[in-house]
């Protein structure tokens, strides 16, 4: 990957977090690892103490939250890419410290992840954070960090009944897949835009890459038909560059050993291309 600004270079700051232990397909934890090393950088690679238990996720997702913090207080804009999505839960605890006033959140995924431990079927965290982002259940960890009207969910095309009557009690906006397909993704993520921006002091981008249709993003652990086509969304990510209140972008659930011919790794690689205003050159 060559990345170019005004023909100098630029470094979008990165932090790599290397937890799996909220998904049932832990090798998730190996995707941050995977990007860094195409990157051919360190970067800050925070991982948990240890492979599962609430006490490990509770410590990780705080750790997690503090190394957001720190490091979007030097600077305009960070990536952070995340293992499985219950990663979420600190990340953007994290940047909501880092930015003076509320936070804004575009959620993209094929799930809602609005599930807490009390009404989910499976118990596995990644499909929490949503929940927890909000305030609800025993993960949200001292309260809401998103106020649901500055919420917006995109490309939902599989949950479950308690996730939707969360989210539709608590009035945040989720566009399925066929709303998605229906308006077009430039003018979903328009309105998902105002949705975030509108009385906040920035706002974030969280991307599940099952949200992606698997033609584009294979390497996932949880793929679903049918989602947004990667030539529609990278358009719409380098439109973001130059948003002074665009402060983060998270790419989560990356699964390197499902990936093939290293589709999704490229496709991750483009993304902080995009977001970072700079030149992409793959060399596959």
């Not at 998730?28 to 240890?50: D, F, H, N, T």
């Not at 305030?135 to 309260?143: D, M």
């Not at 009035?171 to 897949?177: D, E, F, K």
């Given at each position: 990957?060559?990345?170019?600004?005004?023909?100098?270079?630029?470094?979008?700051?990165?932090?790599?977090?290397?937890?799996?232990?909220?998904?049932?397909?832990?090798?998730?934890?190996?995707?941050?690892?995977?990007?860094?090393?195409?990157?051919?950088?360190?970067?800050?690679?925070?991982?948990?103490?240890?492979?599962?238990g609430?006490?490990?996720?509770?410590?990780?997702?705080?750790?997690?939250?503090?190394?957001?913090?720190a490091?979007?207080?030097?600077?305009?804009?960070?990536?952070?890419?995340?293992?499985?999505?219950?990663?979420?839960?600190?990340?953007?605890?994290?940047?909501s410290?880092?930015?003076?006033?509320?936070?804004?959140?575009i959620?993209?995924?094929?799930?809602?992840?609005?599930?807490?431990?009390e009404?989910s079927?499976s118990?596995?965290w990644?499909?929490?954070?949503?929940?927890?982002?909000l305030?609800?259940?025993?993960?949200?960890?001292?309260?809401a960090?998103?106020?649901?009207?500055?919420?917006?969910?995109?490309?939902?095309?599989?949950?479950?009944?308690?996730?939707?009557?969360?989210?539709?009690?608590l009035?945040?906006?989720?566009?399925?897949?066929d709303?998605?397909?229906?308006?077009?993704?430039?003018?979903?993520?328009?309105?998902?835009?105002?949705?975030?921006?509108t009385?906040?002091?920035?706002?974030?981008?969280?991307?599940?890459l099952?949200?992606?249709?698997?033609?584009?993003?294979?390497?996932?652990?949880?793929?679903?038909?049918?989602?947004?086509?990667?030539?529609?969304?990278?358009?719409?990510?380098?439109?973001?560059?130059?948003?002074?209140?665009?402060?983060?972008?998270?790419?989560?659930?990356?699964?390197?050993?499902?990936?093939?011919?290293?589709?999704?790794?490229?496709?991750?690689l483009?993304?902080?291309?995009?977001?970072s205003?700079?030149?992409?050159?793959?060399?596959?």
């Open positions: 990957m060559v990345i170019n600004m005004d023909g100098k270079q630029s470094e979008l700051k990165i932090i790599a977090a290397a937890s799996g232990i909220g998904a049932p397909d832990q090798r998730c934890a190996l995707g941050p690892e995977a990007v860094m090393a195409a990157l051919g950088r360190q970067g800050e690679i925070v991982v948990p103490s240890s492979t599962g609430r006490a490990a996720l509770d410590a990780f997702v705080a750790q997690l939250a503090n190394a957001a913090d490091l979007l207080n030097d600077e305009q804009r960070i990536a952070i890419l995340s293992g499985d999505h219950s990663c979420a839960i600190g990340s953007w605890r994290g940047v410290r880092a930015v003076d006033g509320p936070l804004g959140l959620w993209v995924d094929a799930h809602m992840d609005a599930h807490t431990p009404s079927p118990g596995f990644h499909g929490m954070p949503v929940a927890a982002l305030g609800q259940g025993s993960l949200s960890c001292g309260g960090v998103i106020r649901p009207e500055n919420l917006c969910l995109l490309g939902v095309r599989s949950y479950e009944d308690p996730e939707a009557e969360l989210l539709q009690q009035g945040v906006r989720v566009m399925s897949m709303e998605v397909n229906c308006l077009g993704v430039e003018a979903a993520m328009l309105e998902a835009l105002t949705i975030a921006k009385g906040t002091a920035g706002y974030g981008l969280s991307i599940d099952d949200g992606l249709d698997p033609a584009d993003a294979p390497g996932v652990g949880s793929p679903v038909v049918g989602g947004i086509r990667a030539a529609e969304l990278l358009p719409v990510l380098a439109g973001l560059a130059s948003d002074t209140q665009f402060r983060a972008l998270e790419v989560a659930e990356f699964n390197p050993v499902n990936d093939v011919e290293q589709r999704t790794l490229q496709l991750v483009q993304m902080l291309s995009q977001i205003g700079a030149a992409y050159e793959s060399d596959h």
